[in-house]
Structures are given as C-alpha cells and as structure tokens.
DNA sequence: TGTGATGTTGAATG
DNA sequence: GCATTCAACATCAC
C-alpha cells in the first residue's frame, strides 16, 4: 500500500531494524525489480556496505551507503519489507534479502514485481534525472496554486503527477477531492481560485495527516480516511449523494456523486 | 475464468 | 520542449 504515509512507515521500519548494519552480502532471487544493473552486479555493488542514514522524497526511500552511494527503493503497487532472522520466516514474494554481518536479514518481497530498485553512485542527479517534485509534507499551499496556473488536466492527473508533487498515489488523490467536494474528475481551468485554494490545503493536510498518524508499520486503523466511503453505491454524508466508481486520469476513482461538484 | 489492483514509464498525440 | 492520455509492465486474489 505504498503511498507516501505507507512509505514513511517503511523507512521508520527500515531505519529501526536496518541503520548501522553492515551488509555481509546479497541474495538476489529475482533481478526484475533491479533497474539499472544486473542482479549479480547489484549484489557485488552493496557487498560490504554499511548502511548509514535514510532519506524519503514522495513515495522514493533511499537508504544512504558508506560510500556515499545510495540504494534506491520504490515499492511499485505491492512492495514490502520483511526483517527477519530465522530462514522458516523468509517471505514467498522475496526477490532480494540483504544478509547483515550479524546474521539478521531485510527481505525485499513484491508479489507484482512493480518495485524499482537501483543502486545509485548519485542520488541528487537521480533526483533531477527524474525529475522528481518537492515531497507532500515539504510545500505550502502557495507552491501548489502556482503549480495549478495554466494547467488544463483532471484534478486527480495532477495530484497523482509525482514531478509536480510526489507522495499523493490514487487513494490519498480521492480522499483529497472529497474533502473539497470536487469531483476528480474536475479540470483545473474549471475551478475558482477559493477551490484552488482549497485542494492545495487540503492535499497538504492530508497527506500530513496520514503521514503523522501512521501508528506503526502495516498497522492502520480502520477508519482511516477512504475506508470510511470507498464503497460503491453507499450513502454520501448527510444522506445526500451516492457513491459511484469510475476512471479517470487512469486510475480507479471513488467519488460521492451528488456531494462532489462535477 | 476473467478482471482489476495502492505505480511508473515511454510512446503517441496535440 | 511542454501537457496530456493511455497502454504496458507481472502476478496474484477475488
């Protein structure tokens, strides 16, 4: 479920069982997910590395080497990390597992195979290369409105644009258009400058939300945001509209028709 | 059995 | 070059 708050709990995961360890090597099961070498080179490459710091940006967790060198992971749809010791609780999906000088290991499982893993000699020009936008919890509204000047396409093609600002994925884009009672589907030259206004607080107050109330790894509670209305044909608040289930900007969307200006 | 799934990319189009 | 759309990616779960 990897969105930035989802993201964020993997690195507090990753950082509480992972910093400071020394890798002793790599087992690579399935190379796929590694983009930018073969699967061999990438396990020679981290051969011997401590692991030193970790940065998040969106939905992009890069675990800093004693090298300066970094090992990138994206989670794709269904990425997962699996820290363990004893071999019974090796994941099924695990394509790679760091194996640590202290005989503990990081299972990287990922049933999909979505994930994009690569080692990077230089995280910023990675960065740049991709042209990766600020992170969700390090912009003001300001930003956002400016960013929406000018721009034509659906409101959830822009939250979900990762070059303009990377965290928000298609479950925390719907929750945000709810919340604004605007219809994702809506085009940002048909909004007014207050509903500009109000997607970028909200799409801030989202995601720091999610991202400040995640209670711990693979944890949520139930009534978080969208488990409350993503189902279709329910009730909207108040009674008042009914929720329908269509696509837009490619992705499934879940909106209150009736409650959500279209 | 067919369908759709939390994400990104690259090609195609305007 | 920029904005936008859309199919493709691989596999599993329902």
């Not at 909207?236 to 929720?243: D, Q």
């Amino acid at each position: 479920m990897p969105e930035l708050p989802e993201v964020n709990n993997f690195k507090r995961y990753f950082n509480e069982t992972s910093l400071g360890k020394t890798i002793e090597n790599v087992d690579v099961h399935d190379d796929k997910i590694i983009r930018n070498m073969p699967g061999p080179a990438f396990a020679d490459a981290l051969k011997g590395r401590k692991i030193v710091s970790s940065l998040r940006r969106g939905k992009y967790l890069f675990a800093r080497l004693d090298n300066g060198h970094d090992l990138l992971l994206h989670f794709g749809m269904t990425g997962d990390l699996n820290y363990y010791s004893a071999p019974e609780d090796k994941g099924r999906y695990e394509r790679f597992v760091l194996n640590f000088t202290d005989g503990d290991k990081l299972g990287f499982e990922d049933p999909r195979k979505f994930a994009r893993i690569l080692y990077l000699e230089d995280r910023d020009a990675y960065i740049k290369e991709i042209k990766l936008g600020p992170d969700a919890l390090d912009i003001d509204g300001d930003y956002l409105v400016q960013k929406m000047t000018g721009k034509k396409g659906s409101i959830k093609g822009f939250l979900l644009n990762q070059q303009i600002l990377s965290g928000v994925g298609n479950l925390y884009a719907d929750e945000i258009c709810y919340r604004c009672r605007l219809s994702p589907a809506l085009r940002l030259n048909e909004l007014t400058e207050d509903e500009k206004c109000l997607l970028a607080k909200q799409t801030i107050e989202v995601m720091t939300g999610a991202a400040a109330n995640a209670p711990y790894y693979k944890d949520y509670p139930e009534n978080w945001y969208w488990h409350v209305w993503r189902t279709e044909g329910k009730s909207g608040p108040e009674g008042i509209g009914e929720v329908v289930v269509t696509k837009v900007a490619g992705r499934t969307t879940y909106f209150v028709k009736g409650w959500q200006r279209e």
